[in-house]
């Protein structure tokens, strides 16, 4: 389903979406590289993780196929009462795709925890 401006995404749509990409930048992927895996153009991928195109039972059982994960894996931490519409355009952004790849560019797992623990302090912090 193509959504438009009488009929937005649905909130399940984006976060299947943003779920989808947070994934394929985790796994160093581009769109167009998991187009291919998946048999539809980088576009068709750009709409799913926009959340702009719903994406069929079995289209989302070959994406994780694609992904390694499993289908269920699209909808953990969705909260369909108190959805923070900010979850799919924060996903969006470059600095945090940046965040993603170098913090999985970590072998050591103790310095991966301690960047975890690092960024969860900070992001408590107060603003100066």
């Known amino acids: 389903m193509v959504m438009g401006k009488d009929n937005p995404p649905h909130p399940i749509d984006r ?3 943003a779920r989808m ?3 394929r930048i ?8 998991l187009a291919t895996r998946l048999g539809v153009t980088f ?3 750009q709409k799913y993780e926009a959340g702009a195109v719903r994406v069929s039972a079995g ?20 909260d ?8 799919a ?12 790849r ?9 310095l991966q925890a301690d960047v975890r623990r690092l960024v969860a302090r900070l992001g408590q912090a107060e603003p100066e």
């Open 80 to 87: 369909d009462e108190n959805y923070p519409d900010a979850v």
């Open 26 to 33: 985790e796994m160093r992927l581009s769109q167009s590289a």
């Open 43 to 45: 576009q068709a991928v």
């Open 59 to 78: 289209r989302l059982y070959d994406v994780a196929q694609a992904l390694h994960v499993v289908p269920g894996f699209f909808f953990e931490s969705f």
């Open 15 to 17: 976060h299947v979406g």
């Open 21 to 23: 990409r947070m994934r």
């Open 102 to 110: 170098g913090y999985h560019g970590i072998r050591d797992p103790r």
């Open 89 to 100: 355009p924060m996903v969006d952004r470059r600095d945090v795709a940046t965040l993603l």
